[in-house]
């Protein structure tokens, strides 16, 4: 059965927006924003903690109430594009991926009202 997501995306935008730095590593910083072009679908700026100096944008829409499908749109070092191919990358992509699947968990008895 596919529940259609019953939420508010500014509202969805705000309960991401609490809930991600829970998940995330200490000292990270995330910013959740709506996208524009999709209601059922928010985009979540991370930068990471440390020397490295890395942000990575993500698309995180809603395949249903209860599941998420997480996409990486880019990678930037101190400001500028980066090989997103690299292997710390990937690695850092996947770990930040697995982070917003664990929140859209922590989220769904919002999501699935």
């Not at 997501?5 to 998940?23: H, K, M, S, Y």
Request: proline letters at 3%; charged letters at 30%; a negative charge.
């Amino acid at each position: 059965m596919n529940r259609e997501l019953n939420i508010d995306q500014t509202e969805l935008v705000g309960a991401w927006q609490e809930r991600l730095p829970e998940v995330l590593n200490v000292g990270d910083r995330a910013q959740v924003m709506a996208d524009e072009a999709d209601q059922q679908a928010i985009r979540i700026h991370i930068a990471t903690a440390g020397h490295q100096m890395y942000s990575f944008d993500f698309k995180c829409a809603y395949v249903d109430s209860r599941e998420v499908s997480v996409q990486l749109i880019d990678v930037e070092r101190d400001g500028r594009t980066t090989d997103e191919r690299t292997e710390p990358i990937q690695e850092l992509a996947q770990d930040y991926t697995r982070h917003i699947h664990e929140c859209a968990q922590l989220l769904q008895p919002k999501t699935r009202q």
